[in-house]
């Protein structure tokens, strides 16, 4: 985690640099802007304030003493000289030595920092920069736990007693001191023996509740110097009384100064610092969804392109047309890969979250992950992190059992959340999966009706009724927790799905678990596509989907006696005829053409009129209108301005497996499916696809 | 539920430095940008304060007092940030209330040291 930061710091450390020197280089013809002296001021500061706080010490440290001299010069105490000025830039080149050296780049001449040190020391004059960079740590009032103060030199650390006398001031509390963390600072140290002096309490009468009367008797038992001990009390020490002494025999302080370098003169350096050194860029989302959209204009500007050309003989023109297809594609592929990123980061984020809430609800949960190298689009990942907490959040809460309860059904009695991340095809798979009590089927069931969502009479089959979990204010918690239980998460979740194109499945059995599975579009700009024709319209299947075409004739659909399927190498695969499953009034061509997909059900084929070939791909949304359609993903524009429609192959298959199942199942599924208005807006089908059914 | 801090400073870069730091550790951090916008975020519940000084609007001295006024958030824990030239806003930050100070610039431990120290 720290590397990323020291990495953000490098970056920006680089860029202060280049602010300070253009600021040093206008000073050199403006001798007494204070603006500009301000600028190069505030480089140095966030330099020195940032290398600090991202462990850089030397850097901050080597900043530390150029800010104050630019400080003096701020307040008019100093001239900025031409000496200064030429010194100052050879500090900046230094210090980007001292960061090419901590990116493993060189080696920085500490020497040549000590001299450029002693030269400003020359030029700022006595009572100038402190020697060294000494003074950034250990101001803030607390040492580094890692870094206890030191003991005399020599001397191995003894554990001794010591003497503390605490007596708070009267308004401690008010301004927010707990002397009680103070207390458990303290035994942070060593053992700690605690008396407590309550003589100061007044009678009940006279007590004002917001005031601290209470002394503390303590002997501490460490190592530690008494700095560290008095430290504790940094905040509070001017409002109380404090003693510190040891309790047996005392020891002579020693202090060590540090010894200064000597100083040397600096040759000062002229000439361009080597810029670009950096690896990595950092660029603004915006501009990157600007460059998406633009290469999606392009996109579709080729297909025109292509198409024109296509109708041409015109050699010339063809060709070029080609090589701006490549290039286009080539354009795309890198443009979208800028914007991937993998799912680590949003995945670490949850660690936390599991541990707190574990906290929390009193629950052992241990959080793990698979596939966090998987790579999305940027925005899939920033609408991801809300669906995410809440389908943990829900698992925590309503899905693993408290301990006591897990060990009574036979269980480890910490419970596990497996979050996984994998390509499949076009797609990402994001499954959260627990392994508590599972969904009650019953019990969900109940309350759909209750809340009218299901009619009583419908009879659905188990994942349709975990589909209505997900229904907005849907809750089976018998109370709201703090956690979860007010029924809005999951809804979140469906929602944030729906904007991402994605969609949920839920698998539960009871008492082993819930696992739900978050299917997620890669990216949301374009994609590889295979355009196909059906009578005079065109659909656009994910390339990531197609496995292979070949032909379907007549003589092969009467030797598989009317059934649709059709045997492709030795595999039987049965296959839908978009025609009749969009309810296409077209006449059927004497040669139709099967697109075989890959879905999670297994390989389908989809018979089309023709296969006309590759298309890049550049998304649109539907409007509003077509939210709920699920077997359409969105649509593009062809080359020549026609719309067509983006199939999404799962989805697809799963509605007609769907519907022929549930059509044997029930004479009056139609009828009820008409009824039920609730039950329709929960489990959206496709416009198409009822047409399609009534046709039957 | 994770403890609530609120940062308050101008600068974008300290603010997300200590949103880093505090949120790896656990708690819940919150951001406003100067001492108005953090009397805004002060409506919800924050259980620590940690304001930078010098700020635009309503500056960090400012807000303390502003705090401190209110009956609502008695007792809230206030850290500032100062740097070390500020000695003397040091004092008047402490007079106004302030619960403890951080020394600009600091590392990530320093941060968390001192929360631990008020906040527990």
Known sequence: MIDKYKQAFQEEARELLVELEAALLELDQKRDDAEVVGRAFRALHTIKGSGAMFGFDDIAGFAHNLETAFDRLRNGQLAATADLINLSLAAGDQIRTMLDEAAGRGAA?????AAILAELRQLTGAGGPQPDGES???HAGCPLPDQPVPTP??????????????????NVLLNGTNPLLLLRELRELGPLRIGLDMAAIPSLGEINPEHCYLAWDLVLTTAAAPEAIRDIFIFVEDDCELTVEPALDRDAETSAPGSVAAGESVPARRGVAGLGTSSNLRVSAEKLDQLVNLVGELVTVEARLSEVAGRREDDDIREISEAVGRLTAALRENSMTIRMLPLKTTFERFRRLVHDLGADLHKQVELTTEGAETELDKTVIDHLNDPLVHLIRNSMDHGIETPEARRAAGKRPTGTIHLSAQHSGANVLIRVGDDGRGLDVEAVRVRAIE?????????LSESEVFSLILAPGFSTAREVTDVSGRGVGLDVVRRGMEKLRGSIDIASKPGEGLTVTLRLPL???IIDGLLVRVGDAHFVVPLANSLECVELTRQDIRDAHGKHIASVRGEIIPYIRLSEYFRMETARPEREQIMVVETEHGHYGFVVDEVLGDHQTVIKNLGRLYRNVQVVSGATILGN??????????RLVENAVQSMSQNKRSDGWRARRNKSVDRQELKPTNAFVQKGKQNR | MAKVILTVDDSASVRQMVKFTLSGAGYTVIEAADGNEALEKLTGPVNLVITDLNMPNLDGIGLIRRVRANPALKGVPIIMLTTESQEARKLEGKAAGATGWIVKPFAPQQLLAVVKRVLG
């Open chain 1, 136 to 138: 950034i740590r250990g």
């Open chain 1, 451 to 459: 809340r009218g969502l299901i009619d009583s009479a419908a009879r």
């Open chain 1, 109 to 113: 001449d500490q020497n040549r920092s």
């Open chain 1, 153 to 170: 030199a020599g001397v191995p650390p003894e554990a001794r007693d010591w003497r503390i006398r605490f007596r708070p001031g009267p």
């Open chain 1, 641 to 650: 301005g026609t719309v067509a429609l983006i199939l999404d192959p799962h």
């Open chain 1, 523 to 525: 990216t949301l700009a």
